[in-house]
C-alpha cells in the first residue's frame, strides 16, 4: 500500500531559524514522484518541487533545500532563515506511475513567529 | 497565468439539499481532480476525471458524484448533503499523469452542512 506520513502536526519558529518538516513514504513500486506543496492562509496549495525516485540528488532552490534518501524512504524539506511569509501547511506527496492518484500526507502546520 | 477557478469560497446549505460545485480550469488540462480536506486527514481524494465524461472514484466517493461534460469544467454534486460533508473541497487540475505534471489548485470552497 502507499502511504505519506508527515509526524510532524504542528511547528512554531522564530523567525531566522531553520526548520526541517519530515516526509516518510511506502510504496512498492521503483518508480514513482514525490512532491511538496504549500498551503498558505488563502487555501490554494502551491506546487513546490517534483523529484523522481531515479534522482536522489539534493535540490536546492533558495531558501529552500529537498534531502531525497530512498535507503529511508524519507524526502525531507528544509527551510533556511525562515521568515514570517514561510506560515503555511506543508504537504508531500506521492504520484505512482502506474496509476493517476496522488497520495497526501496528512500536513505540518509551519509557523514562523517574528 | 495558470488558474482553477471554483464556483464559491464559502457556501451553507441545509442536510438534504442538493449541492453543486463547480470548477473551470483555463489550462487545457486532461485531468481534474475534487479533495476534501479535514484536519489530520490531509486531502483526500473523491473523484477524478482525465477525459471529458469520464470519471474515477477516489478514495471517499460515498455520497458524493461528479460531471465532465466539457474538458475545462469538472463538478462535484453532493445529492443530499449531511453534517459529515462539512469540509474544504478543493479542486485541481493536471495534464496527464504519464508526464507526471504537478497539480494546479484552486482557492477551495468551504462547506458547511447546518
Known amino acids: 500500500a502507499q502511504k505519506v506520513t508527515q509526524a510532524q502536526t504542528e511547528i512554531s519558529v522564530v523567525e531566522k531559524e531553520d526548520v526541517t518538516l519530515d516526509c516518510v513514504y511506502e510504496?512498492?513500486?521503483?518508480?514513482?514522484?514525490l512532491f511538496w506543496y504549500k498551503q498558505p492562509p488563502s487555501g490554494e496549495l502551491v506546487f513546490l518541487i517534483r523529484?523522481?525516485?531515479?534522482?536522489?540528488q539534493n535540490e536546492i532552490s533558495g531558501r529552500y533545500s529537498w534531502n531525497f534518501q530512498k535507503s529511508t524512504s524519507s524526502f525531507n524539506f528544509t527551510i533556511t532563515a525562515s521568515q514570517v511569509v514561510d506560515s503555511a501547511v506543508y504537504f508531500c506527496?506521492?504520484?505512482?506511475?502506474?496509476?493517476?492518484?496522488?497520495?497526501f500526507g496528512p500536513g505540518t502546520s509551519l509557523s514562523v513567529i517574528p | 497565468d495558470v488558474k482553477v477557478t471554483q464556483s464559491s469560497r464559502y457556501l451553507v446549505k441545509r442536510t438534504g439539499e442538493k449541492v453543486f460545485l463547480e470548477c473551470v480550469q483555463d489550462?487545457?488540462?486532461?485531468?481534474m481532480f475534487w479533495y476534501r480536506q479535514d484536519p489530520g486527514l490531509g486531502l483526500r481524494l473523491i473523484y477524478f476525471?482525465?477525459?471529458?465524461?469520464?470519471?474515477e472514484k477516489g478514495d471517499i466517493p460515498e455520497g458524493y458524484s461528479v460531471s465532465r461534460e466539457k474538458k475545462e469544467r469538472f463538478s462535484l454534486i453532493l445529492e443530499s448533503a449531511s453534517t459529515n460533508q462539512t469540509s474544504m473541497y478543493l479542486c485541481?487540475?493536471?495534464?496527464?499523469?504519464?508526464?507526471?505534471?504537478?497539480?494546479?489548485f484552486g482557492p477551495g470552497t468551504r462547506l458547511t452542512v447546518t
Open positions: 523529484r523522481n525516485s531515479f534522482d536522489e
Open positions: 489550462m487545457d488540462h486532461e485531468n
Open positions: 510504496t512498492r513500486d521503483t518508480t514513482y514522484y
Open positions: 506527496a506521492l504520484l505512482k506511475t502506474s496509476y493517476d492518484k496522488v497520495i
Open positions: 485541481a487540475s493536471s495534464l496527464p499523469t504519464g508526464y507526471a505534471y504537478e497539480q494546479y
Open positions: 476525471s482525465y477525459d471529458v465524461k469520464m470519471k
